[in-house]
């Protein structure tokens, strides 16, 4: 391909292709995808803006090391729970994955909005009922989202809420009940209050942890349609991918809608 340039920022860039040459390049590259569905996915990215007319071959983020994915608003000390939840669970974490979605959601991240192809082969995960895992998934661990960037300072709140409790009770001579407890502290009021578990970094973690596991219960490897259909999310565990300028919805999908069309059948 005469017309492929590589760039520093590990994008390949194929030059204001044709329509026909989009397709082929799609057909020769991700063969499994279109084998796999007929919906199409979109992903937003700061390569270039919605109406740019290229290409772009993109390099996946490593899964470890120091050019991994951090979190945005997820405390550091939990995303490396989820990290190990998820990777217990399936082998890898889509916390570190590429993500994909709708495209009104995908606009929300990035200069622009394009069609996303993974290349060759791929895993994914997605959950029908966890939209946003910050907004849904950390709502199962309460308040510990919100403790701060450092596990210290939520055990710490956690132990002056426990010592509050205890306080309560000696004072009023009454036992506590769960209903007597904030919404967001019930569960912790349950385990460590009254299931009497001592509050330390290794007792959070691991209460934590065992609640994640419950949400990556959550999640599914099949069904990549009915993710597409939902607007959900999905995580792609993908070396290589495309993004491809909205500008080819005509020519690569059905009535410029979000079902690919029908040249994708000769995958």
Same mark, same amino acid.
């Given at each position: ?7 520093? !920022? ?29 919906? *199409? ?9 919605? !109406?740019?007319p290229n ?27 989820? !990290? ?20 009104a959601t ?16 791929y895993n ?139 040249? *994708?059948?000769? *995958?």
């Amino acid at each position: 391909m005469t017309r492929l340039e590589n760039y520093l !920022n590990e994008a390949v860039v194929l030059r204001d292709p044709s329509n026909e040459e989009a397709q082929n390049l799609l057909l020769k590259d991700c063969k499994k995808f279109l084998r796999e569905t007929r919906w *199409a996915f979109y992903r937003g990215s700061d390569i270039g803006s919605s !109406n740019d007319p290229n290409i772009h071959r993109m390099k996946a983020r490593p899964m470890v090391g120091k050019e991994m994915r951090a979190p945005k608003d997820t405390p550091t000390w939990i995303h490396k729970l989820a !990290n190990k939840a998820f990777k217990d669970s399936y082998g890898w974490s889509p916390r570190q994955g590429v993500f994909a979605s709708d495209m009104a959601t995908s606009a929300n991240y990035g200069r622009g909005s394009f069609l996303f192809f993974p290349i060759g082969n791929y895993n994914y995960l997605w959950s029908p009922s966890i939209t946003d895992f910050f907004a849904k998934g950390l709502d199962r661990i309460g308040p510990a989202k919100y403790g701060g960037n450092q596990i210290g300072l939520f055990v710490s709140t956690l132990t002056v809420m426990k010592e509050g409790w205890e306080d309560q009770e000696r004072r009023f001579s009454l036992k506590l009940k769960v209903s007597d407890v904030a919404d967001e502290w019930k569960p912790y009021f349950t385990h460590f209050y009254l299931g009497k578990t001592r509050v330390s970094k290794s007792s959070v973690q691991k209460y934590i942890y065992d609640k994640l596991l419950e949400v990556t219960r959550l999640y599914t490897t099949t069904n990549l349609e009915t993710a597409v259909k939902q607007d959900s999310e999905v995580s792609f565990r993908v070396k290589e991918y495309y993004l491809v300028p909205t500008s080819f919805l005509q020519a690569l999908t059905t009535a410029g809608g979000d079902k690919i069309g029908d040249w *994708a059948r000769r *995958a």
